[in-house]
């Protein structure tokens, strides 16, 4: 079989520089930031789960996150998680992340990764032949977000996240909403 495999890629993309420049060109270094990239923010997100299975099951999603900076690139968040419900789950639960972020744009315009550990509870079976509900358990969650500012207090925020289950329910949510920086 793996004789009769052949492929060929092929890879274009294109780049855009978040670092405002007098020079034309590529920047040889980024601009140092000043200060934490975020104080306190509070953000309300709704979106979307979408749990990883062949029918990948749709439901809707909402998330109360309170987002801190502790460092210069680093940033801490507590958010509250409802993933909906669906044929394959029910869950929602507290989820906390470190981040590294970095602001762009005149502080206008945030982008950052985040890693962190979501404890949730999930009413549908986690194993169905042993009709159990009431799953509880801790999981992993990778995020990418970007944030874009209005002014000094209000934006908007955008998250995808993988939730890393070890029951075979990892979902991918998709989530976005206004913040305010306090």
Known sequence: LADELDTVSVLLGVGCS???????????QASAQDGRTTGNE??????????NSFGAEL?????????????KYLEWTLAWLDEGRNE????NGFLSQLWLARSFLDDSMTL????????????????????ETGN??????????GSYRFNKNW??????????TDYDRDTDVMLGGISYRF
Do not use: C, H
């Open 18 to 28: 978040l670092e405002r420049s007098q020079e034309r060109g590529p920047v040889a």
């Open 42 to 51: 509070l953000n309300v997100l709704y979106g979307l789960a979408i749990v």
């Open 59 to 71: 439901s809707p999603a909402v998330s109360v996150e309170y987002r801190r900076g502790l460092l």
């Open 88 to 91: 394959m789950i029910a869950r």
């Open 112 to 131: 950052g990764f985040g890693a962190g550990a979501y404890y949730a509870s999930d009413d549908i079976s986690s194993d169905e032949a042993d009709n």
């Open 136 to 145: 509880k358990g801790l999981s992993g969650v990778v995020s990418f977000s």
């Open 155 to 164: 934006g908007t925020r955008v998250t995808w996240s993988r939730i890393l």
